[in-house]
């Protein structure tokens, strides 16, 4: 069964920091080792893995994807919020990591995001820790 | 052992609803608990999760990567396709569902999606869920 | 445990052809038939599939990044490498490939490179495989 953490946006786009609140939910787990799954389970959102320590970082990037899909483009989708399901396509809803000691295994820079692109929204995020079987 | 799903893509640039083909897929597997693991061993089309309510949000993928990965840039490739190959990496070809007695666990509006950007042509998915020794 | 794998990269931008490190490293486990997880721990960087048959194509993904997150945008981070940040979100720090027999499962086209943004730098890929109780 996984852990479904629960999160609030603060505006439109907005990418959260949830690293710590990942470790947390996994610290719980009787699973030490193996590899986390995260999982995203909305259309207008997504999950990033990227540098969590200059907060510059996640504004270029949320930049850089509205130069990537802008809201004026020839959308059809009723709703007007297509940039939004875009975005949500190119990071990606489904990541993981590896995990060794109930810890997550990141580089030196690295955090984990919620990308919020058609918020502030109640969200929520899907986590497993999984051991398995492997040739140890 | 993965399964293999085999596709028909309908037209040049094609996003095809498989979410029914890998429910049917997994419900033949004995593992009802897990994750599903999918991966498209083709280098010219994608796997995306996304909205498969409105048809609209589909087309309007296809329109932003389109934005994204012009025809016109200068690509050296001599097959014609670069722009296919580009959407594909953008996508990814490797994607993971979790899975709860057998059944896929997606989101309220998401849908998994086969996205060619070369055919029409004959496709596959492979498909592997799996069980694991975890926290229970 | 996972395995590290040691990469140098030879320019600032460089897709470097990691299908055999992989598979070298993958030849020692015990785990035959599976799924192997690969992970970048680096934040300009990426790991991507797609086809290493043709040279041209891995430029051509390349420029079309460069297309896209293009040096030129009114970035804020103050060390000039936010293109690389992006593109290493377009492209995934975490992929996975299944594996049979010992073997890497790639369609005929498909091999597994290791994207650098902001070289040659020394780097680093995790590595593992994991073989799991499934419906067998």
């Given amino acids: 069964m996984y852990i479904q953490i629960e999160l609030q946006t603060r505006s439109k786009v907005d990418l959260l920091d949830i690293t710590e609140k990942i470790q947390e939910a996994i610290s719980k787990e009787a699973a030490k080792d193996g590899v ?3 999982f995203c389970p909305h259309t207008t959102a997504g999950i990033v893995l990227n540098e969590n320590w200059d907060p510059s970082v996640e504004k270029d990037i949320a930049m850089a994807l509205e130069h990537m899909a802008p ?26 990591i590896m995990v060794q000691e109930g810890t997550l295994q990141l580089g030196q820079w690295q955090g984990v995001f919620f990308a919020e692109f058609d918020g502030p929204r109640r969200r929520k995020v899907w986590v497993r820790v999984l051991s398995m079987v492997d040739s140890e």
Wanted: hydrophobic share 30%; charged share 15%.
């Fill in 36 to 38: 986390c799954f995260l």
């Fill in 71 to 96: 809201d004026g483009l020839n959308y059809r989708h009723s709703e007007g919020n297509s940039p939004a399901h875009v975005k949500s396509v190119l990071l990606g809803s489904d990541h993981f």
